[in-house]
């Protein structure tokens, strides 16, 4: 069955307000982008929901799925998915599996009340090839969504982590416009080893999206719903649906 929607957000462990703190107010933008893009996502009719994220490798995960944010400063347990017996699932999700699974917690579950969650990480440093080959292959038996985790470049300023690159903001700016325009081919586009440079969290995810909407086929049609750089990070958030 082909992907019918897709949403993208960005994982800053500082979305969680319990995380944040006093300087949880500084993302409330940012956060209600994510709730939006998540509640339209679950709002697609899809049967199967996967999220997706990078890592140090490209694994399908056990159900269920848990982690927690006590790397992140905060004992906050969050899990996904149940199961019968004590199958033991996966635990210790990477920081972008986590926030998804965190924000997809803020929400009823799909419309469809069956729903499946399922999670996938894609290695950090994959082709753009692999990463193509990889969205195929996430097919679901049944109408599914996928949402994909990741930030855009750190490099935006003297103060984020990477410090000032004078690439960022064209960069970021590119992938704004992919995910506006729904542009598989511009996703595709974007260069493995500049994007490591500027410690690009999500361009192997975003790959994966664009190689999932293709080999979907069919026309899409996006939504960009916030870009911004708080913290010299950029934070991207997206809708992407059928036309």
């Given amino acids: 069955m082909p992907l019918v929607a897709a949403a993208v957000c960005p994982h800053p462990p500082l979305l ?18 994510c709730d939006a893009a998540v509640a339209r996502l679950l709002d697609s009719g899809a049967h199967d929901v996967l999220v997706v994220g990078a ?10 799925f848990q982690g927690s944010f006590a790397p992140w400063g905060l004992p906050l347990e969050v899990r996904l998915g149940d199961l019968p017996g004590d199958r033991p699932g996966t635990d210790r999700l990477p920081l972008g599996l986590l926030v998804g699974a965190w924000l997809l917690n803020r929400h009823p579950s799909p419309a469809s009340g069956d729903a499946t969650w399922r999670m996938s990480t894609v290695a950090a440093d ?25 930030d855009g470049s750190a490099c935006r300023g003297e103060k984020a982590p990477g410090y000032a690159d004078p690439r960022a903001e064209a960069y970021d700016e590119t992938v704004a416009e992919a995910l506006a325009d729904a542009d598989v ?19 192997a995810p975003w790959q994966v999206l664009a190689g999932a909407a293709r080999a979907s086929g069919g026309d899409w049609h996006g939504e960009l719903r916030h870009h911004s750089a708080p913290y010299g990070v950029a934070y991207l958030v997206a809708n992407w649906e059928r036309a």
Avoid: I, K
């Fill in 16 to 33: 969680v307000p319990e995380v944040a703190g006093a300087a949880a107010p500084e993302l409330d933008d940012l956060r209600a982008a």
């Fill in 55 to 64: 890592a140090e490798r490209t694994a399908a995960l056990d159900p269920p």
């Fill in 126 to 150: 994959a082709s753009v090839g692999a990463c193509a080959d990889l969205g195929a292959r996430l097919v679901s038996g049944r109408p599914w969504a996928l949402l994909v985790m990741g």
């Fill in 185 to 203: 081919d511009a996703l595709f586009g974007l260069d493995p080893v500049r994007s490591a440079q500027l410690r690009v969290a999500g361009r």
